[in-house]
């Protein structure tokens, strides 16, 4: 398999996509287009989500074809280079993924060995479930399920305190409900600016920040780039 999960699509003051493009092109050589998905998106048309890709992906040579044209969605990932998955709200993206067949599409798509390359959103939905999402269920997908392409959780944009003068729960301790829950899931935080890199058996953190690592009964630990990950595997 070959997955390039990334935390989020945007750092504070750049432009969309421009901090993981590089990764992006390295990941995607020899690619000259890839079937996107972008039914996270709900505040704006699915056009508009993949001209705004495509502007980006374009500068690496790379035609989007977002799978929502298509008559058939899930032979147009069968028949695609690569897959994308776009970030926004995970539960819009699931719910119509699971209606189109989509979930176990691209699963059988990675497995050939096509490249998956899914940010945010599309990061949660390459886990078991997306029972770690940030977001909020404005709709009701048929269930948490996803694709199932790694083994472990992830939590993308992960923060480590809530904003100052805000008595609510931190990231970690839903985190920590999460792996209460769920004792046989391990759970990454994802930190906004990284992003984790599968290929030829190996997992790899790619970013300047460490990721925090969750697992009931073991205390949570920071993970920096270079380090082994195959407990995750």
Same mark, same amino acid.
């Given at each position: 398999?070959? =997955?390039?999960?990334?935390?989020?699509?945007t750092n504070a003051g750049e432009e969309y996509l421009r901090?993981? =493009?590089p990764e992006i092109g390295r990941f995607l050589a020899g690619v000259s287009e890839v079937a996107f998905v972008p039914y996270a998106a709900v505040t704006f048309s699915y056009a508009a989500y993949e001209a705004k890709v495509q502007a980006r992906l374009g500068e690496l040579g790379i035609r989007v074809r977002s799978v929502h044209r298509a008559a058939d969605p899930v032979r147009a990932?069968?028949?695609a280079?690569?897959?994308c998955v776009g970030g926004g709200n995970t539960f819009a993206l699931a719910r119509k993924m699971q209606e189109q067949g989509l979930m176990r599409a691209i699963l059988r798509k990675i497995r050939s060995g096509a490249p998956y390359v899914g940010w945010s959103a599309g990061s949660n939905v390459c886990c078991p479930t997306i029972c770690t999402t940030n977001d909020m269920p404005i709709v009701q997908p048929a269930s948490f399920a996803a694709i199932g392409a790694v083994r472990f959780q992830i939590n993308p944009h992960y923060l480590d305190a809530n904003p100052e003068g805000h008595a609510g729960e931190t990231r970690e301790q839903r985190l920590l409900e999460y792996i209460a829950a769920n004792p046989r899931r391990w759970v990454v935080g994802l930190r906004e600016g990284c992003m984790l890199r599968f290929e030829a058996g190996r997992l790899e953190l790619i970013g300047d920040r460490p990721m925090r690592v969750f697992k009931k009964g073991i205390e949570p630990f920071e993970v920096h780039a270079g380090a082994d990950l195959s407990f995750l595997l």
């Open positions: 398999m070959k =997955l390039l999960l990334i935390s989020n699509s901090y993981p =493009l990932v069968r028949e280079e690569a897959v």
